[in-house]
Structure formats: structure tokens, C-alpha cells
């Protein structure tokens, strides 16, 4: 099947997170729950499938597909859906990517290999492999601080004339390289991969935003696309602003738990809402610092 609707995705992009039981396996009620809740009441315009934030680097193969089927099949076509493929095998990227594909995924996504030091031509081929193998718009996924691969100018203008490369989540805090970026590839399409600069990127026209915490201030982030985009920089400052009050606590209680708890305080509350091992479990008093902070920021 070939899907070529990749160039057509922007706004807001939820990276999903996924719902464990205690056993490791997902929670499928869960998982279609935070589904529903992205789409129904955050508002928002896609799912990001099988990034760090739904622990797609500590899955197995079997597990990862399981994801990207229940995912569309809750979803089916009410927002536009990428599938997050990539790591440090090529052979099981391609193998998830021609799999996303055949479910009809918008476009697939692949981070840059990580854990060895691999130089900027090896991560090359490995995005050709990827491309010339898989029929589906690409989306690059930059995120150095997690991968140690820090490209510049010339490096994406490479990737970006590879087919089927359409753009680039851009996770990293380098403003002057995003701003050269949007000049550069007016063509290119640009995510703002870090929530708490979404303001600063939206500045710099960026196409959209793929984040964590949208999963559960999805609204605000749409806010504050819409206010850049009339000029409002006042009140997308202010969103902004609100957002990271939310952002900074989140962070220093635990990411994942405590946006797991949110979302059960939102109503998604089927069954457990846990971590994949080795990530640990939430201790009660995370327990109610996430229940305050939802309190105070939601």
C-alpha cells in the first residue's frame, strides 16, 4: 500500500503515551482511552506512535506493532498519524515501517541511531536503507541529547534530498539552527520537539509541535500556535508561561508517571497505568504531588 500524505500534517502532535500492566503488557483499554482523549478533548491534529514517550526503546518488536494497530484502529483517520520506527537496527525499522505503511499510517519517523558513536555517513545510509525500502514519507528525528548525533546545515540539506525525507522533529535548544533551517528549507516541514519552547519556535514558523505533556495540555499548546499565528504574542506568551508552570513540575516529579496520573485524573482510568520495567513504578508520594499539580496547572 502506498500512503503519501505525510507533507499534509501540522499543529499539534501528541507523542502518545502508552499505558503498562504490571506484567509489562499494554493496557489496550487504557491505550485506547488516551487515544480518544487526544482526539475527543485535547483537540489535537495527530498522534506521534512509538517515540520515548510511549518507551518504544525498551519494546520489543511484536509489542511495537501491537501499538501501532491498536492505536489505528481507535484512531482510524480522525488525525493524521506518524509512526516512530527507528533505532539502532535498521532491518527492524524497515520491517516496522513497511508494517505502519500497510496500516496506513500518514508517515513514519525514525531517530537518528544511537548508543555507538555512528559517524554522519553511516547515518545517512541507514535513513536511505529506511527510504528506499519503505514507500511513506519520512520524517527525521533529531534529538542530541538523547542520541549524542548533532547534525548542522549541511548535514540535513543531505538528508533532506534523500526521497521520501519531508522533514525533521527537532528536538534540541539551538535556536539559530532552527531559524537557518526555516530559511533555508522554506519547503521542509519543522516540529518543535521541545514543549517548553513551543512559543519561541512558533516565532519561527515551525509547521507544528510533537510533545509529551500535549497529551494532557493538548489545548493550551493549540493556544498558543493560534495566538502566534494572529500576532497575539502577548497571550501566547502568557500559555507559554502557564505551560511551563505546568512543564517544571512535571518534569521535577517524574515525567512519565505523573502525566500518566494526570491523565487518570482526566478521566482515562481503565485499569493500570504503569511503566515498562526498568523504568520504576509511582511512589505515593509522587502519587500526590501529581494529584496537586493537576490542581494547580490543569
Known amino acids: ?157 543531505e538528508l533532506f534530498e534523500l526521497k521520501h525525507i519531508i522533514g525533521v522533529k527537532f528536538t534540541a535548544a539551538d535556536f539559530f539552527l532552527l531559524e537557518r533551517l526555516r530559511k533555508k528549507f522554506p519547503d521542509v516541514k519543522i516540529y518543535s520537539g521541545f514543549d517548553e519552547m513551543l512559543f519561541p519556535a512558533a516565532i519561527y514558523q515551525v509547521d507544528g509541535a510533537i510533545g509529551s505533556t500535549y497529551n494532557v495540555n493538548g489545548l493550551r499548546a493549540k493556544g498558543i500556535l493560534e495566538a502566534v499565528a494572529h500576532s497575539d504574542l502577548d497571550k501566547a506568551r502568557q500559555l507559554q508561561n502557564d505551560s511551563n508552570d505546568l512543564i517544571e513540575a512535571v518534569l521535577a516529579n517524574g515525567l512519565y508517571p505523573t502525566l500518566k496520573r494526570i491523565l487518570q485524573l482526566q478521566g482515562c482510568d481503565h485499569g493500570e497505568f504503569l511503566s515498562r520495567k526498568p523504568m520504576a513504578s509511582m511512589t505515593e508520594a509522587q502519587r500526590i504531588e501529581a494529584e496537586r499539580i493537576f490542581k494547580a496547572y490543569l
Open 1 to 157: 500500500m502506498t500512503k503519501a500524505t505525510g507533507k499534509d500534517i501540522k499543529g499539534i502532535i501528541s507523542a502518545l503515551l502508552v499505558p503498562f500492566n504490571e506484567d509489562g503488557s499494554v493496557n489496550e483499554k487504557g491505550l485506547r482511552q488516551i487515544v480518544r482523549h487526544n482526539i475527543d478533548r485535547m483537540k489535537v491534529d495527530g498522534l506521534y506512535v512509538g517515540g520515548s514517550t510511549g518507551e518504544n526503546f525498551m519494546l520489543g518488536k511484536e509489542t511495537k506493532k501491537e501499538i501501532f494497530d491498536i492505536v489505528k484502529d481507535e484512531a482510524k483517520d480522525d488525525v493524521k498519524l506518524i509512526a516512530q520506527i527507528g533505532g539502532p537496527n535498521v532491518y527492524e525499522a524497515i520491517e516496522l515501517g513497511q508494517y505502519a505503511t500497510d496500516l496506513d499510517y500518514d508517515a513514519i519517523s525514525a531517530v537518528t541511531p544511537f548508543y555507538y558513536k555512528f559517524s554522519f555517513e553511516e547515518v545517512k545510509q541507514y535513513y536511505k536503507d529506511i527510504t528506499d525500502a519503505v514507500d511513506n514519507d519520512l520524517i527525521v528525528y533529531s534529538i542530541p541529547v538523547l542520541t549524542g548525533i548533532s547534525m548542522g546545515l549541511n548535514e540535513f540539506k
